[in-house]
């Protein structure tokens, strides 16, 4: 069993930035990889990015360049790094841990411990 807290979450204006954390309990957590998703208003829970137990990383298309997924598995902690934020960025993010032997994890299916969530709302 692996426990997820998000934090970091909250209001901020178009154009700024917010840091996303996500502690993980658990000794193995450098052997999972982990991803960030979230779910809009009215909308499915979408993928984010994730990051490997190495540190590699792979992002939803939309979202190059303004997000960036990290870890430090000292910390047992995945971030979340988003900048020029935009109104329709508005949304409950999660973290999740990898299943293992996926070949992918750009799925919900892909994920097997999440988070509660953390709200992020960007005014215009």
């Known amino acids: 069993q692996v426990q997820l807290v998000e934090s970091g979450g909250g209001l901020v204006q178009a154009g700024g930035s917010l840091r996303l954390s996500c502690a993980a309990s658990?000794?193995?957590?450098?052997?999972?990889?982990m991803g960030w998703f979230r779910r809009a208003p009215g909308q499915e829970r979408e993928f984010v990015a994730h990051v490997s137990g190495s540190g590699g990383t792979y992002y939803t298309d939309s979202l190059k360049g303004r997000f960036t997924i990290s870890r430090d598995n000292a910390k047992n902690t995945v971030y979340l790094q988003m900048s020029s934020l935009k109104p329709e960025d508005t949304a409950v993010y999660f973290c999740?841990?990898?299943?293992?032997?996926?070949?992918?994890?750009?799925?919900?299916?892909?994920?097997?411990?999440w988070g509660q969530g953390t709200q992020v709302t960007v005014s215009s």
């Open positions: 999740a841990t990898g299943r293992y032997g996926r070949t992918s994890y750009r799925t919900v299916d892909d994920y097997q411990f």
């Open positions: 658990g000794r193995i957590f450098s052997s999972y990889t």
